[in-house]
């Protein structure tokens, strides 16, 4: 029930996993605005589309789809000062990786970010992750993953998309359809229930009574299914991030080949602003706290940042349910999306949720006993993920350094979790590894907790003493060797516009 990113993610992938020995029907209201921003994703959306046997030379061009490769973080320490967080793990030498070796032996006027990654520099010249004959940057990471999860994830791939969630659920709407999808627009009126409480049937205006046998509840912030009829209790995280409004715009570029190949976060007096380039516009928003700014102001900050003068340009406010439900399956219900949870869309974790939670339904998928043992560790899987992201994006308002209005200085008062209290304690002396971050899978790696606690100044004052006693000879050869490459791959990329271009035509 619902359509949008997460439903026609749903059909699609069930479809394309369980083929013709399940009868899948999708129910959308035409009446029922989707919310229509989530254009950025993790790199890791990648399994997604090959799962589907989809290629992206086939969907990219008709989604105004672009390369993602990594975060770039504006005005979080300083005003005026950046960095990125890229898809690129670390390299290491001598069993240490360069970020050690960059406390030890870096060059402290060069940001860690610019010494350490090559994806720096690929952002800071625009480049494109493949060459013109459509070959990758990374040796030895392209080709098809064939039917592949984020458990078999083994390599980073270097880069993620930014696309049109409605031209993605439009895409995946035909591809769905043309693999058998039942697709019925029409409003439910009644849910119904049976003995147990479990769901029997959605009663629609127009199509009658439709059955089946497990329902999906893709119907956003309402939860029609899993909250307003099986009353499963919402618990809100506003506590800990306390951002429930966002308002977006679409700003046409006024050169479409001025393309940026990463999300941009910039801070904002309440808030921050996401800046996405598509192939020929921006999507641009401002996420905040109605605590602090009333909808209006935010719209009137977020104008004069990115449209000044443009106002034939219409702002769409979203009001966000920010948080978890206790649980994403209840009966024979299972909530994706929205309806399970959402924590703000800092780290572009919203298309990473939904196929995380299609990939454990496929995992956990019910026989007709419903077994609850196998529903509670879906749902201990997926309240595991969403409370790790929770944690990383916590992180990011802590560290930070900006406090310059009432909403930043709240940032720094805020309790803490006491296990991420514990963690960022141990930040200041040394960095995290894979022991010491939050210990469930949540997509975020040690490099990127490292990444943003270095980027936002929560640096140790030295380096492990270990590091004292090697030869560094090795490690100023990598460093050496890393901005070699980076040169040689801005010499020879194209700009992210003039390949996208290329497949666009």
């Known amino acids: 029930m619902g359509g949008g990113t997460a439903g026609w993610m749903t059909a699609s992938y069930l479809k394309a996993a369980f083929g013709d020995r399940i009868d899948v029907t999708l129910i959308e209201s035409a009446q029922v605005k989707r919310i229509g921003v989530g254009e950025a994703t993790f790199s890791t959306v990648r399994h997604f589309f090959n799962y589907l046997g989809l290629d992206e030379a086939e969907w990219l061009p008709k989604c105004a789809g672009s390369y993602k490769l990594g975060i770039r973080f504006e005005n979080w320490r300083k005003p005026g000062e950046h960095f990125y967080h890229p898809f690129e793990r670390l390299r290491s030498v001598s069993g240490f990786s360069l970020a050690e070796w960059w406390l ?52 980073q791939f270097p880069y993620a998309y930014h696309f049109d969630a409605d031209a993605v659920a439009g895409f995946l709407g035909e591809y769905g359809r043309g693999r058998g999808v039942r697709h019925i627009i029409d409003n439910v009126t009644e849910v119904q229930q049976d003995s147990r409480g479990w769901i029997s049937g959605v009663r629609t205006a127009e199509h009658g009574v439709v059955t089946g046998d497990l329902y999906v509840d893709c119907t956003g912030f309402r939860g029609v299914l899993i909250n307003k009829t099986l009353g499963e209790k919402f618990q809100s995280f506003e506590d800990d991030l306390p951002n429930n409004r966002a308002v977006a715009l679409r700003v046409p570029r006024e050169d479409a080949t001025d393309m940026d190949p990463f999300t941009t976060a910039t801070t904002m007096s309440a808030g921050w602003a996401w800046t996405i380039p598509l192939f020929r516009r921006n999507g641009n928003g401002y996420v905040y706290s109605d605590k602090f700014i009333t909808p209006e102001e935010a719209e009137t900050e977020l104008r004069e940042k990115v449209a000044p003068g443009r106002d034939d340009l219409e702002a769409n406010h979203i009001r966000m349910r920010i948080g978890r439900n206790e649980n994403s399956w209840v009966g024979n219900c299972v909530a994706i999306g929205l309806s399970s949870a959402f924590v703000e869309p800092l780290e572009s974790t919203g298309i990473f949720f939904i196929q995380h939670g299609i990939e454990q339904l496929v995992k956990h998928f019910p026989d007709n006993g419903f077994d609850e043992l196998r529903t509670a560790a879906y749902n201990r899987r997926i309240n595991n993920a969403i409370d790790g992201v929770k944690e990383f994006l916590i992180l990011h308002y802590r560290s930070a350094d900006r406090e310059d209005t009432p909403y930043w ?37 040690s490099y990127s907790w490292n990444t943003m606690n270095l980027g936002l100044g929560r640096v140790p004052a030295k380096a492990r003493p270990a590091l004292r006693h090697l030869d560094p000879a090795p490690a100023h050869a990598e460093f050496a060797r890393l901005k070699a490459e980076a040169d040689e791959m801005i010499a020879t990329l194209p700009s992210c516009y003039e390949y996208l271009a290329s497949i666009n035509d």
Do not use: N
């Not at 309790?415 to 997509?443: F, K, M, N, V």
């Open 104 to 155: 030890e032996l870096g060059d402290r006027s060069e940001p860690f970010d610019r010494s350490c990654y090559i994806t720096t520099a690929l952002c800071e010249a625009a480049r494109a992750p493949r060459m013109m004959d459509g070959s990758l940057f990374v040796s030895g990471l392209d080709g098809d993953l064939g039917r592949s999860t984020l458990d078999d994830q083994r390599d």
């Open 409 to 445: 200085k709240e940032t720094k008062s805020r309790p803490l979790p006491d296990a991420l209290r514990e963690r960022l304690a141990l930040a200041e002396t040394q960095l995290l590894d894979d022991e010491t971050i939050y210990p469930y899978y949540h997509g975020f790696e």
